[in-house]
């Protein structure tokens, strides 16, 4: 048996599953926000080139966070990783397409001189930001309404949704949310890495984006605690038991989403650092602090993905067919051994990747020029 108690290592991993998604969502989530402005704040050639120089270097690492929480989501909770690739399979098809387009769309686009050419690569670049943006927070928002699947006596899953019902008015409340606040990041980060007309643009974009993330990030607050009901486990949980989720009763309660802010005082740093950070990135991108205004708006991107988990827990996967088929971080684990394997790999490898992202930033370091862009001298696309 591994030294760690077993409800210690589900816990541990619905901390590391956390710290995956804050990662991707602070790193990749400003490519996808560089991508939604560029119709904003790119006009010229020159411009949507020296847009796309800025993310070029480290996208690619950046979706590193993407394939890490998929693979912690198969490996630590094959419950949720089936589920959940099943009920939103077109979903997640949408979002690889867009992925997909990004890389596409930053080598094409420069083969040819055309101008329709250049321009059809110009919108799927920007869809590549905003498909994604949309359908994360769209997800987010259907996982507070519950999933419509259930499990049968022999835990066969049966998923009885579809692609238009995740699109709902609240799931597209929080597709807002997810959008405004990676536009944000993005405008933060293009103000840092560009100059000139683009750097002014995404300067008052991502400030507006900002006050925008306020706004609906409150409205979603108002929501949960009177027009959503939330979920809530009847009866003791047996945090070390075994991983099946019809071993319990859940029901149905107003307010019940805020209920863990109610028990625990001190999670409200979470939904508090959210705050903080977009009203801080706000105010330093109107009087140009541009590296405060980023880590500030990494800062609130965290604090709203925090809020998003700290909320659902102990819940990783809410079934609004059957409630008590839900998935909590307490019965839909991998065996104790599997998870202490895993967070041994973890320990060891997670450091290696943050340091990595560190040194690469750190190279890649200062503005991209127009002026660079036109000599050729960082002009990747």
């Known amino acids: 048996m591994p030294p760690i108690d077993y409800a210690s290592?589900?816990?541990?991993?619905?901390?590391?599953?956390?710290?995956?998604?804050?990662?991707?969502?602070?790193?990749?989530?400003?490519?996808?926000?560089?991508?939604?402005?560029?119709?904003?704040?790119?006009?010229?050639?020159?411009?949507?080139?020296?847009?796309?120089?800025?993310?070029?270097?480290?996208?690619?690492?950046?979706?590193?966070w993407l394939i890490l929480g998929g693979g912690a989501a198969f490996a630590a909770w094959p419950p949720l990783y089936a589920v959940s690739f099943s009920g939103f399979y077109l979903a997640m098809f949408l979002v690889l397409a867009a992925l997909i387009l990004r890389p596409?769309?930053?080598?094409?686009?420069?083969?040819?001189?055309?101008?329709?050419?250049?321009?059809?690569?110009?919108?799927?670049?920007f869809a590549s930001g905003l498909v994604p943006a949309l359908v994360f927070g769209v997800a987010f928002g259907n996982l507070f309404l519950g999933v419509p699947f259930r499990f049968d006596d022999t835990l066969r899953v049966a998923y009885e949704g579809g692609l238009l019902g995740l699109l709902n008015p609240?799931?597209?409340?929080?597709?807002?949310?997810?959008?405004?606040?990676?536009?944000?990041?993005?405008?933060?980060?293009?103000?840092?890495?560009?100059?000139?007309?683009?750097?002014?643009?995404?300067?008052?974009?991502?400030?507006?984006?900002?006050?925008?993330?306020?706004?609906?990030?409150?409205?979603?607050?108002?929501?949960?605690?009177?027009a959503i009901p939330g979920y809530v486990v009847q009866g003791t949980i047996d945090t070390s038991g075994p991983s099946n989720p019809l071993n319990k009763e859940v029901a149905r309660e107003a307010g019940a989403w805020l209920a863990n802010y109610g028990s625990h005082p001190g999670l409200i740093g979470a939904p508090a650092l959210a705050y903080a950070g977009a009203i801080a990135a706000a105010a330093l991108l109107r009087i140009g602090r541009h590296l405060a205004a980023f880590v500030a708006s990494g800062l609130g991107v965290a604090g709203v993905i925090a809020t998003a988990g700290i909320s659902l827990f102990p819940f990783l996967l809410p079934s609004s067919l059957d409630p008590r088929s839900s998935l909590l971080v307490w019965d839909?684990?991998?065996?104790?051994?599997?998870?202490?394997?895993?967070?041994?790999?973890?320990?060891?490898?997670?450091?290696?990747?943050i340091a990595y992202t560190g040194w690469v930033f750190r190279v890649m370091r200062g503005r991209v020029t127009q002026a660079a862009i036109e000599q050729g001298s960082h002009d990747l696309y």
């Open 9 to 64: 290592l589900r816990f541990l991993w619905w901390a590391f599953l956390g710290l995956l998604l804050i990662g991707f969502a602070v790193t990749d989530g400003f490519d996808l926000g560089t991508a939604v402005l560029q119709p904003l704040v790119a006009r010229t050639d020159i411009e949507k080139r020296m847009l796309r120089n800025t993310i070029g270097p480290v996208w690619e690492g950046n979706q590193v």
């Open 104 to 125: 596409v769309s930053l080598t094409f686009r420069s083969k040819l001189q055309g101008a329709l050419w250049r321009r059809t690569w110009d919108w799927a670049f």
């Open 170 to 226: 609240w799931a597209l409340l929080c597709g807002a949310v997810s959008l405004a606040m990676l536009t944000m990041h993005g405008g933060a980060w293009l103000a840092l890495k560009s100059d000139g007309a683009v750097a002014q643009r995404a300067r008052f974009a991502g400030a507006w984006a900002a006050i925008a993330l306020i706004v609906l990030f409150s409205v979603a607050g108002i929501g949960l605690a009177y």
């Open 332 to 353: 839909a684990s991998s065996s104790p051994m599997t998870l202490f394997i895993m967070l041994v790999a973890t320990l060891i490898f997670l450091p290696i990747v």
